[in-house]
């Protein structure tokens, strides 16, 4: 899969989801998430919000993915766009 591919699929699971998603080789990927919707959610539970948004592709096309899904506070307060 396209790095592109995997962010319109997180995009289109938590809209208005800001969205980046790198890869090197098409199977290992890292993506930053920033969404309202996991304010009030622990780490585990923003993680699972994102492996629902690429279903069965993970595991197959999606091998290993890297998540850092932040709420826009807290990207704010890294300094993140």
Sequence with gaps: ???HEIAELIRSALPGADV?????DHVHFATR???A???GKRVIAR???VYAALGA????EVHA???DALTPDEAAA???P
């Design 57 to 60: 592709r993970m595991g197959n």
């Design 1 to 3: 899969m396209q790095p």
């Design 37 to 39: 919707a996991f304010t």
């Design 47 to 49: 993680h699972q919000l």
């Design 33 to 35: 998430v920033v969404s």
């Design 65 to 67: 993915l890297s998540i």
């Design 78 to 80: 890294r300094g993140l």
């Design 20 to 24: 980046r998603v790198e890869s090197e």
